[in-house]
Each structure stands twice: as structure tokens, then as C-alpha cells.
């Protein structure tokens, strides 16, 4: 009977946490699509000011009747070695207008979990990093975020159980030494 009484704190305590932690996971991955949002929209406007940029590139090349790729060619073969890092630079600017153009235009085309994988696959690190020093928590509840606060449920608590059932064998281990 005393035993009982004892162990009662404890049950009550483990399923409050079992319910906090399952809450957590649900809160955690309910903000994927808040930030796969926010992420493409940064990844947009990466890509406009690359536009922009480009089209600069288009003109000047145009002007001397040129294709953007035949005036960066000139800027690398110069024995100018200014010219040179201006055709490197604008060669990298290129490549990457065409590198995160494709990621937003597969981001922007994918739904459900597979954006998830489409992100996981194309991310840019350092728009990613920003975006997510600048992220906003929000929740919008849609069928997405349900799947997502289920995802969490699940991952959340498979953990916790984990945990728990490891923290318990090592109790029990400690517990047969004595």
C-alpha cells in the first residue's frame, strides 16, 4: 500500500512529461513549414538581385555585341589579372543564379514532404543560415502542419522512449550491483 502512495508522484510526474514532451515535438515540427516559407522567400530574392545582376552582364556583353558567356570568356582570357578576378566573379555569379534559380523553381513546384526533401537536397547553407538567424515562429494550420505536428509527435516520443527505457536499464543495472 505504502509503495503505491510512493509511486503514485512518480506516474503522475512521467505522464505529464510524457504529454510535454509529445506537445514539444508537435510545437517544433509544426514550424518546418513557417521556415521552408521563409526560406524560399529569401531564396527568391536572392535570386532576383542575381537577376538583376546578370542582366547588367547582358547588356554590357550586348553592347559589344557579345553573349553574356563570350564577354565573361573575354574577362578570364584578359592578361589584365583585374579583368580576371571580375570574370571569375562574374562567372561565380552566374553559377549560382543557375544553381539556386533551379532550387526555387523545384522548391516553389514541390508539395507536402516531398518540399521537405526537395529542400533537404537543394539547401544553399548560407541562405539557410540566414534564414534561419532570422527566423519567425508561425503556425498555420493546414493539413501540412498537421502531418508535420504528428511527425513530431511520433520522432518526439520514440525518443523519450528511448531515453526512458535506457535511463530505466541502467537504474536496474545499478540497482542488482548493490
Known amino acids: 500500500m505504502i509503495s503505491r502512495i510512493l509511486k503514485f508522484p512518480a506516474l503522475f510526474f512521467e505522464s505529464i512529461l510524457d504529454r510535454a514532451v509529445s506537445v514539444t515535438g508537435a510545437l517544433i515540427f509544426m514550424q518546418i513549414p513557417a521556415f521552408l516559407v521563409q526560406y524560399q522567400q529569401r531564396l527568391g530574392g536572392h535570386v532576383d538581385e542575381l537577376s538583376r545582376l546578370i542582366k547588367k552582364y547582358a547588356i554590357a556583353a550586348a553592347e559589344n555585341g557579345r553573349t553574356v558567356e563570350e564577354y565573361i570568356g573575354l574577362h578570364l582570357k584578359s592578361e589584365v589579372k ?26 516553389s513546384q514541390s508539395k507536402g514532404i516531398i518540399k521537405l526533401y526537395v529542400f533537404i537536397r537543394d539547401v544553399e547553407y548560407d541562405i539557410f543560415k540566414a534564414a534561419l538567424k532570422n527566423f519567425v515562429p508561425g503556425i498555420s494550420f493546414n493539413y501540412e502542419t498537421i502531418f508535420y505536428a504528428i511527425a513530431g509527435i511520433i520522432f518526439f516520443m520514440i525518443l523519450y522512449f528511448i531515453i526512458k527505457k535506457s535511463l530505466l536499464l541502467v537504474l536496474n543495472k545499478i540497482k542488482f550491483k548493490k
Open 82 to 107: 583585374e579583368f580576371i578576378s571580375t570574370g571569375k566573379i562574374m562567372s561565380e555569379n552566374l553559377e549560382k543564379f543557375n544553381d539556386i534559380s533551379e532550387a526555387l523553381k523545384n522548391l
